[in-house]
């Protein structure tokens, strides 16, 4: 089965940049997405086919793809980026799958 | 705006059935296709169950193969999710949302339900 692979988590100071990657077999061959999910609520659609925002996304997040990882940025962090991301690709065998979930903590 | 309404969680019996219902509007019903994500307590999303624009293509994911059925009604645009034989590691928040086709291999989730929780305890 496919399997995408996160950072437990990342810690950022507030104003900086993170990178969140997520890395998978030939991931850049797939079309990437990111969410996020604050505590207690539900994802948020953040990212689609690897670096495209969703309407009323901030411009500081972003997103790219090479070979084997994708990557979510966050320029400028802010306090309520603090949250919970995963990445995801379909796969023509396992169909959707979930990046194992990276928690972002802003200092 | 798009809405996703999830319901008939609750607390079960290992070995028993739940359906899920995910009420949906906003949006014409009948052109999208449908997910049902769960997360586990403390855990990370994971793909349950996909039925398609035209609820002919049902997909399932492993761990819910054959226990699970998703189902839509159109006049309702309601999606389903019955769970049957439902097991301890079963529980979890289960989301219902709609996937947006952007082309081959490209099905992002655009919208989210709130989610409903379901506990298998004895």
């Known amino acids: 089965s496919y399997e995408l692979t996160q950072p437990p988590s990342v810690t950022v100071s507030a104003g900086q940049t993170a990178s969140i990657t997520c890395s998978g077999n030939?991931?850049?061959?797939?079309?990437a997405c990111w969410y996020q999910q604050r505590p207690g609520q539900s994802p948020v659609l953040l990212i689609y086919q690897d670096n495209k925002r969703p309407s009323g996304i901030p411009e500081r997040f972003s997103g790219s793809s090479s070979r084997n990882t994708a990557t979510l940025t966050i320029s400028g962090a802010q306090a309520v980026d603090e949250a919970d991301y995963y990445c995801?690709?379909?796969?023509?065998?396992?169909?959707?799958?979930f990046g194992t979930g990276t928690k972002v903590t802003v200092l | 705006q798009v809405q996703l309404v999830e319901s008939g969680g609750g607390v079960v019996q290992p070995g028993r059935s739940l359906r899920l219902s995910c009420a949906a509007s906003g949006f014409t019903f009948s052109i999208y296709g449908m997910q049902w994500v769960r997360q586990a307590p403390g855990k990370g999303l994971e793909w349950v169950a996909a039925?398609?624009?035209?609820?002919?293509?049902?997909f399932y994911g492993d761990s819910v193969e054959g226990r699970f059925t998703v189902s839509r009604d159109y006049s309702k645009n309601t999606v389903y999710l019955q769970m049957n034989d439902l097991r301890a590691e079963d529980t979890a928040v289960y989301y219902c949302?709609?996937?947006?086709?952007?082309?081959?291999?490209?099905?992002?989730?655009?919208?989210w339900g709130q989610g409903t929780r379901v506990t298998v305890s004895s």
């Open positions: 039925i398609g624009y035209d609820g002919n293509n049902k």
């Open positions: 949302a709609r996937e947006k086709p952007y082309g081959s291999g490209n099905y992002p989730f655009d919208h």
């Open positions: 030939k991931l850049a061959d797939k079309y």
């Open positions: 995801q690709a379909w796969d023509s065998n396992s169909l959707y799958v």
